[in-house]
């Protein structure tokens, strides 16, 4: 069983294809694992034993009658963040706004997983309606970081990220708005995969930023994230800002780079991620990776950026005014928590006093950041302002990428912190995403690939590294390379010294 | 609540103060499937049953938008001689309210599709009033709330309400003028005249069913009065539930003559939303907004912005119908008409049923004659617009083929076309029914002749010495006895024959 839930998506789709194992063998050795880990772990809200069985069991039939396999990962199992709707399986975000809906609807992500014959094992915890850096904003409390049950897994998407490096799923769907398939990766010793804006249909993704939000792989590996990336990318006529174009050949490029020939590969170093508040184990873990490179042949260069120190405050105000509008449906009128409803008041007072009741302090915080930031006579000062540094930031991508052909920095200042040490200090909490939202503001592609353990407290580093538009294979071929050379030097994957979690379990 | 507003004279309203209008009218468009969804455009129906994700605000659904609402909306702007935009967004309108799903409307805020346009508009003695459009943008409509318990139907004492969705999500463009000024004493009729000239485009142009009381066509009259001889705009009030063209006229009078009586008397009008009685004609107070609402806009994220092509936009230009100012032109022509007759044609309504008419067989004239003459006359006793009496052009153009043809007299034509009207169906089972064929059976009609001279010896020796003249008074007697059933023309030779 072990082998089962440590081999990687690649592996277990073979496996199935050639009927070495079962997909229903496959799913149970990880609900298995989820009973015997989740208890402590908690990286999954929902787990929908029953329909992951029963997906497993089509593929089963598939292949018994000799058909080719609906995808490269037909009857691998997965976790789906909870911010996706799943038509029958409940669907909260987080939230107890949404506590007991299940949508009428797919989203178009879910869509082609089920389609793709990836077995959905359920549903992965994060903040609340994604925000947050933790998931200690989830209302249904944090999910722990399996490399120290102490720690915070990263947020939103902690339960995703968690759930790959606790072996409960070799594969998860994240959204990154501001790092949050990033970040948790980074912390989680994991890949984690923002593509570029457009890239994955958001229909049935439910919205915190729209013009920021971006759905994207998770995985152990970088063929594994690459593999899972062309499954979920593609247009989408019901999503209008999903890009019209071919999906680029991301799986070709981690095949192409994992050969770890990196000659005439131009990287830039950003050198505004770096200094004060960063970690000193980060940094080293960080030159490390970028030393890797230079071996691999690619020719290491150092790019400014100086409108990133900007990111940060535009985010807090582009993301919190998009979330205060998008989180409006939320008023008890025709789904979702209704408080108050006793026959005597009226409909005004029962969305105030469900909203009041349903939504967690950080959601509200934002929402009224975004209602202020919005409202007349403000708005040119600060949503007005801040949608011009956007500009600026993409202008200062332009120009790296005019030069360079992908941009590194490390993805967080810090390893994992402790559950609770930052939950008083929202700005604090905020900087863990200080170097993946200019990615978002920008709508380019970037990811985090593990660079190895802290020196200091032999936690996951991640390297980041980002593409332009729709070059997301750049990064991929990159990332593949660095992986292999890593993996060479230390001998060992960096997942593989992740704590053994058995016994921990209930 | 039940205050009675003071109202000054209209004639001293117009002396004393200069009116000026604007006028938001929205047209809900006769796309087949919604503003942002696949969910079909119809009007009515079971409640929630034309909803989907997305119009319902379902969490995670997207709106994408119609094309052919865009289309739509471009041909308006072109026919009111608007620039149309190369680029132009989305925004959203953020606000609470039950039956609105998302809690904010999608909506064009300040990158309307079509901008600065004008429509040239006739007055009922020829005069004509060019209207200067500010904008026509893109929108979508709100559900419905159903208020139950209340004695009103209105939300205040409702014991609880209901929401039907099936229009949410429904295209809506809003056509909003610039504000109209020197209309003087005849800014109501200057108001209804201008939202009839819109209908009548809108319909040319097939995109809407543009009816008022189905509430396709909305309109809001906003109203202010300045002191004669001042340039600077009062404040001003906006009138809703403007549900007819009538209702357009009166409301503008009555905001002229209540806003002249508060500022004569040292009052300050209040800026509001006002609601219009079709019972009283009169407006009353809504909601008074002590602060002004906020929207909080922003370019809504969820779409890629609209951005017309050059050639599509004169692609469309070319899809254009006839005006329908410019087919009045070319009717007058046609048909050799007066300008005081092309007046009662359009006045009643009466265009489009007239040339339907003369289309299906009948001259101008007939065709005139029938709708502006008599059946005006029936509609206006029913209370309702001509084109909805129960009768059509194609029936009309049978009666008068039957009367041409000798097989009815005018007379029974009328009765004809009262039982048509009173729905006992078509022109052929009305004659059949009621019995209305002419007469024209010469034993029959013989037998009355003999009967009408036996009765009038006098009269009938005055016709043997030759006086012709005096057959009349016999024929009149035939055609009593058979009650105007027998042609007259038919009856006299009948009589002189008799008599020779």
């Given at each position: 069983?072990?082998?089962?839930?440590?081999?990687?998506?690649?592996?277990?789709?073979?496996?199935?294809?050639?009927?070495?194992?079962?997909?229903?063998?496959?799913?149970?050795?990880?609900?298995?694992?989820?009973?015997?880990?989740?208890?402590?772990?908690?990286?999954?809200?929902?787990?929908?034993?029953?329909?992951?069985?029963?997906?497993?069991?089509?593929?089963?039939?598939?292949?018994?009658?000799?058909?080719?396999?609906?995808?490269?990962?037909?009857?691998?199992?997965?976790?789906?963040?909870?911010?996706?709707?799943?038509?029958?399986?409940?669907?909260?975000?987080?939230?107890?706004?949404?506590?007991?809906?299940?949508?009428?609807?797919?989203?178009?992500?879910?869509?082609?997983?089920?389609?793709?014959?990836?077995?959905?094992?359920g549903k992965t915890n994060m903040d609340e309606f994604a925000m947050g850096s933790s998931?200690?904003?989830?209302?249904?409390?944090?999910?722990?970081?399996?490399?120290?049950?102490?720690?915070?897994?990263?947020?939103?998407?902690?339960?995703?990220?968690?759930?790959?490096?606790?072996?409960?799923?070799?594969?998860?769907?994240?959204?990154?708005?501001?790092?949050?398939?990033?970040?948790?990766?980074?912390?989680?010793?994991?890949?984690?995969?923002?593509?570029?804006?457009?890239?994955?249909?958001?229909?049935?993704?439910?919205?915190?930023?729209?013009?920021?939000?971006?759905?994207?792989?998770?995985?152990?590996?970088?063929?594994?994230?690459?593999?899972?990336?062309?499954?979920?990318?593609?247009?989408?006529?019901?999503?209008?800002?999903?890009?019209?174009?071919?999906?680029?050949?991301?799986?070709?490029?981690?095949?192409?780079?994992?050969?770890?020939?990196?000659?005439?590969?131009?990287?830039?170093?950003?050198?505004?991620?770096?200094?004060?508040?960063?970690?000193?184990?980060?940094?080293?873990?960080?030159?490390?990776?970028?030393?890797?490179?230079?071996?691999?042949?690619?020719?290491?260069?150092?790019?400014?950026?100086?409108?990133?120190?900007?990111?940060?405050?535009?985010?807090?105000?582009?993301?919190?005014?998009?979330?205060?509008?998008?989180?409006?449906?939320?008023?008890?009128?025709?789904?979702?928590?209704?408080?108050?409803?006793?026959?005597?008041?009226?409909?005004?007072?029962?969305?105030?006093?469900?909203?009041?009741?349903?939504?967690?302090?950080?959601?509200?915080?934002?929402?009224?950041?975004?209602?202020?930031?919005?409202?007349?006579?403000?708005?040119?000062?600060?949503?007005?302002?801040?949608?011009?540094?956007?500009?600026?930031?993409?202008?200062?991508?332009?120009?790296?990428?005019?030069?360079?052909?992908?941009?590194?920095?490390?993805?967080?200042?810090?390893?994992?912190?402790?559950?609770?040490?930052?939950?008083?200090?929202?700005?604090?909490?905020?900087?863990?995403?200080?170097?993946?939202?200019?990615?978002?503001?920008?709508?380019?592609?970037?990811?985090?690939?593990?660079?190895?353990?802290?020196?200091?407290?032999?936690?996951?580093?991640?390297?980041?590294?980002?593409?332009?538009?729709?070059?997301?294979?750049?990064?991929?071929?990159?990332?593949?390379?660095?992986?292999?050379?890593r993996d060479a030097a230390l001998g060992h994957t960096v997942i593989s010294q992740v704590?053994?979690?058995?016994?921990?379990?209930? | 609540?039940?205050?009675?507003?003071?109202?000054?004279?209209?004639?001293?309203?117009?002396?004393?103060?200069?009116?000026?209008?604007?006028?938001?009218?929205?047209?809900?468009?006769?796309?087949?499937?919604?503003?942002?969804?696949?969910?079909?455009?119809?009007?009515?129906?079971?409640?929630?049953?034309?909803?989907?994700?997305?119009?319902?605000?379902?969490?995670?659904?997207?709106?994408?938008?119609?094309?052919?609402?865009?289309?739509?909306?471009?041909?308006?702007?072109?026919?009111?001689?608007?620039?149309?935009?190369?680029?132009?967004?989305?925004?959203?309108?953020?606000?609470?309210?039950?039956?609105?799903?998302?809690?904010?409307?999608?909506?064009?805020?300040?990158?309307?599709?079509?901008?600065?346009?004008?429509?040239?508009?006739?007055?009922?003695?020829?005069?004509?009033?060019?209207?200067?459009?500010?904008?026509?943008?893109?929108?979508?409509?709100?559900?419905?709330?159903?208020?139950?318990?209340?004695?009103?139907?209105?939300?205040?004492?409702?014991?609880?309400?209901?929401?039907?969705?099936?229009?949410?999500?429904?295209?809506?463009?809003?056509?909003?003028?610039?504000?109209?000024?020197?209309?003087?004493?005849?800014?109501?009729?200057?108001?209804?005249?201008?939202?009839?000239?819109?209908?009548?485009?809108?319909?040319?142009?097939?995109?809407?069913?543009?009816?008022?009381?189905?509430?396709?066509?909305?309109?809001?009259?906003?109203?202010?009065?300045?002191p004669k001889g001042t340039t600077e705009f009062g404040t001003r009030t906006e009138t809703?539930?403007?549900?007819?063209?009538?209702?357009?006229?009166?409301?503008?009078?009555?905001?002229?003559?209540?806003?002249?009586?508060?500022?004569?008397?040292?009052?300050?009008?209040?800026?509001?939303?006002?609601?219009?009685?079709?019972?009283?004609?009169?407006?009353?107070?809504?909601?008074?907004?002590?602060?002004?609402?906020?929207?909080?806009?922003?370019?809504?994220?969820?779409?890629?912005?609209?951005?017309?092509?050059?050639?599509?936009?004169?692609?469309?230009?070319?899809?254009?119908?006839?005006?329908?100012?410019?087919?009045?032109?070319?009717?007058?022509?046609?048909?050799?008409?007066?300008?005081?007759?092309?007046?009662?044609?359009?006045?009643?309504?009466?265009?489009?049923?007239?040339?339907?008419?003369?289309?299906?067989?009948?001259?101008?004239?007939?065709?005139?004659?029938?709708?502006?003459?008599?059946?005006?006359?029936?509609?206006?006793?029913?209370?309702?617009?001509?084109?909805?009496?129960?009768?059509?052009?194609?029936?009309?153009?049978?009666?008068?083929?039957?009367?041409?043809?000798?097989?009815?007299?005018?007379?029974?034509?009328?009765?004809?076309?009262?039982?048509?009207?009173?729905?006992?169906?078509?022109?052929?089972?009305?004659?059949?029914?009621?019995?209305?064929?002419?007469?024209?059976?010469?034993?029959?009609?013989?037998?009355?002749?003999?009967?009408?001279?036996?009765?009038?010896?006098?009269?009938?020796?005055?016709?043997?010495?030759?006086?012709?003249?005096?057959?009349?008074?016999?024929?009149?007697?035939?055609?009593?006895?058979?009650?105007?059933?027998?042609?007259?023309?038919?009856?006299?030779?009948?009589?002189?024959?008799?008599?020779?």
């Amino acid at each position: 069983m072990s082998d089962l839930i440590r081999s990687t998506a690649a592996e277990l789709a073979a496996k199935i294809a050639s009927r070495e194992v079962s997909a229903v063998e496959v799913a149970q050795a990880h609900l298995d694992r989820i009973a015997e880990v989740d208890g402590s772990v908690k990286a999954f809200l929902h787990v929908d034993a029953e329909g992951a069985l029963a997906a497993a069991r089509r593929v089963d039939e598939d292949v018994a009658a000799g058909n080719a396999p609906a995808s490269p990962l037909a009857g691998v199992p997965l976790a789906l963040k909870d911010v996706f709707t799943t038509e029958g399986v409940p669907t909260t975000c987080g939230s107890k706004m949404l506590e007991g809906w299940r949508p009428p609807y797919d989203a178009t992500v879910t869509r082609r997983l089920k389609e793709a014959g990836v077995v959905i094992l359920g549903k992965t915890n994060m903040d609340e309606f994604a925000m947050g850096s933790s998931t200690e904003n989830s209302a249904y409390g944090p999910t722990r970081n399996p490399w120290d049950l102490d720690r915070i897994p990263g947020g939103s998407g902690g339960g995703s990220s968690a759930s790959l490096a606790a072996f409960e799923a070799p594969l998860a769907i994240g959204t990154d708005t501001g790092g949050s398939i990033r970040q948790p990766g980074s912390v989680t010793g994991t890949v984690g995969v923002k593509p570029t804006y457009g890239g994955v249909s958001r229909y049935g993704l439910v919205a915190f930023s729209s013009s920021l939000d971006q759905a994207g792989p998770c995985a152990r590996t970088v063929l594994d994230a690459a593999l899972l990336h062309e499954i979920i990318a593609g247009h989408d006529p019901l999503d209008s800002t999903s890009v019209d174009a071919p999906v680029p050949p991301v799986v070709a490029a981690a095949r192409e780079g994992a050969n770890g020939d990196l000659t005439g590969v131009r990287v830039g170093v950003v050198t505004q991620f770096s200094g004060e508040g960063y970690q000193p184990g980060v940094l080293r873990s960080f030159e490390a990776a970028v030393a890797q490179l230079k071996q691999l042949g690619a020719e290491i260069v150092e790019v400014s950026c100086p409108s990133f120190d900007y990111a940060l405050p535009a985010y807090y105000l582009i993301a919190p005014s998009e979330a205060s509008s998008n989180l409006a449906r939320f008023d008890a009128m025709r789904y979702g928590l209704r408080v108050g409803d006793d026959g005597t008041r009226s409909a005004e007072e029962v969305m105030s006093l469900t909203r009041e009741a349903g939504f967690g302090a950080e959601v509200k915080r934002r929402i009224m950041i975004g209602t202020y930031a919005l409202s007349s006579g403000y708005y040119d000062a600060y949503y007005g302002s801040a949608q011009k540094v956007r500009t600026l930031i993409s202008r200062d991508f332009e120009s790296a990428f005019a030069t360079v052909d992908v941009l590194v920095s490390p993805t967080t200042p810090t390893t994992a912190f402790r559950i609770g040490e930052r939950t008083g200090d929202p700005m604090a909490m905020y900087k863990a995403d200080l170097c993946t939202i200019p990615a978002n503001l920008a709508g380019n592609a970037a990811m985090s690939v593990p660079s190895g353990l802290s020196d200091e407290d032999g936690l996951p580093v991640g390297l980041q590294i980002m593409a332009p538009a729709l070059q997301d294979h750049r990064m991929y071929r990159v990332a593949a390379a660095y992986e292999a050379a890593r993996d060479a030097a230390l001998g060992h994957t960096v997942i593989s010294q992740v704590p053994q979690l058995e016994g921990a379990a209930r | 609540m039940t205050s009675v507003d003071e109202l000054m004279d209209y004639a001293e309203v117009v002396e004393r103060y200069d009116p000026v209008l604007g006028l938001e009218v929205h047209v809900e468009l006769h796309t087949n499937t919604k503003m942002f969804c696949g969910c079909a455009n119809l009007f009515g129906g079971e409640p929630n049953t034309h909803v989907c994700p997305t119009c319902l605000g379902l969490p995670g659904a997207l709106p994408v938008v119609n094309g052919k609402a865009v289309e739509s909306a471009i041909r308006i702007g072109l026919a009111l001689n608007c620039e149309i935009a190369e680029w132009c967004r989305f925004a959203r309108k953020n606000y609470f309210y039950p039956d609105m799903p998302k809690n904010f409307q999608t909506s064009q805020y300040d990158e309307p599709i079509a901008f600065n346009g004008w429509l040239d508009v006739a007055l009922d003695d020829g005069t004509v009033v060019r209207v200067e459009i500010e904008r026509a943008h893109m929108e979508e409509d709100t559900g419905k709330s159903l208020h139950v318990g209340g004695a009103t139907g209105r939300i205040h004492g409702a014991e609880h309400s209901l929401l039907d969705y099936n229009r949410a999500g429904v295209p809506l463009i809003e056509i909003v003028t610039k504000p109209i000024t020197g209309t003087g004493e005849r800014a109501p009729e200057v108001a209804r005249a201008y939202v009839t000239a819109l209908r009548d485009l809108l319909k040319a142009l097939d995109v809407s069913d543009v009816r008022m009381d189905q509430g396709s066509l909305r309109c809001d009259a906003n109203v202010s009065l300045m002191p004669k001889g001042t340039t600077e705009f009062g404040t001003r009030t906006e009138t809703k539930n403007v549900n007819s063209l009538r209702s357009v006229e009166r409301a503008v009078r009555f905001e002229m003559t209540r806003q002249a009586a508060v500022l004569a008397g040292g009052g300050k009008i209040t800026q509001e939303t006002r609601h219009f009685d079709e019972s009283t004609g009169s407006t009353s107070s809504g909601r008074t907004k002590e602060t002004a609402e906020d929207y909080r806009y922003f370019p809504e994220p969820d779409l890629v912005p609209v951005a017309p092509s050059r050639e599509w936009v004169e692609q469309l230009r070319g899809t254009l119908p006839e005006l329908p100012w410019e087919r009045r032109k070319r009717i007058q022509q046609e048909w050799n008409l007066t300008d005081a007759e092309l007046r009662d044609l359009v006045n009643a309504g009466a265009v489009d049923l007239v040339a339907a008419t003369v289309e299906a067989g009948a001259t101008p004239a007939e065709a005139r004659s029938w709708w502006v003459a008599y059946l005006t006359k029936e509609a206006n006793n029913r209370g309702v617009e001509l084109a909805e009496l129960a009768i059509t052009p194609a029936q009309i153009a049978r009666v008068v083929a039957l009367v041409n043809s000798g097989e009815l007299t005018n007379k029974l034509a009328r009765e004809v076309v009262a039982g048509v009207l009173a729905g006992e169906g078509e022109p052929e089972a009305v004659i059949e029914a009621r019995g209305l064929k002419v007469v024209s059976d010469d034993s029959a009609l013989e037998a009355a002749v003999d009967e009408a001279l036996a009765a009038q010896p006098d009269v009938a020796a005055k016709i043997r010495d030759g006086k012709v003249a005096a057959a009349g008074a016999i024929v009149g007697a035939v055609m009593k006895a058979t009650k105007g059933q027998a042609d007259a023309k038919r009856v006299r030779e009948l009589v002189i024959a008799r008599c020779s």
